[in-house]
């Protein structure tokens, strides 16, 4: 199982990025995927996630109306973009997969299956 993240680096506040996760090795269509956040000291935060079953999405409220989450289902990649990015959105950002179907579980609990090795995302003041 593979997941790779990638479109981090380093943007001013107000900027935009877009993240992917390429996934490989597991069942796609059958797994939801996530987004998380951790920045150094803190505790991995939920931002998003996507069912491949039905397209539905789940959004924290720190990112609601600025973030968006899509996928790929024939590339078996997920997307993050971001947009009107504050220096509060700075972290490590993580892509996960999991079986379970409830998308706002899975990102307070912190229960993923799978965990890609994180993208950084830098937003200047």
């Known amino acids: 199982v593979q997941l790779v993240e990638s479109g981090g680096g380093l943007v001013q506040a107000g900027g935009s990025l877009r993240l992917s996760c390429a996934t490989s090795?597991?069942?796609?269509?059958?797994?939801?995927i996530y987004w998380f956040r951790q920045v150094p000291g803190k505790e991995r935060e939920g931002v998003s996630g996507?069912?491949?079953?039905?397209?539905?999405?789940y959004y924290a409220d720190s990112v609601k109306g600025r973030f968006t989450m899509s996928s790929d289902n024939a590339k078996n990649t997920v997307y993050l973009q971001m947009n009107s990015l504050k220096p509060e959105d700075t972290a490590v950002y993580y892509c996960?997969?999991?079986?379970?179907?409830?998308?706002?579980?899975?990102?307070?609990?912190?229960?993923?299956?799978?965990w890609g090795q994180g993208t950084r995302v830098t937003v200047s003041a």
């Open positions: 996960a997969a999991s079986l379970f179907s409830d998308l706002s579980a899975v990102m307070k609990m912190d229960i993923a299956e799978f």
């Open positions: 996507i069912s491949n079953s039905d397209g539905s999405t």
């Open positions: 090795g597991f069942t796609f269509d059958d797994y939801s």
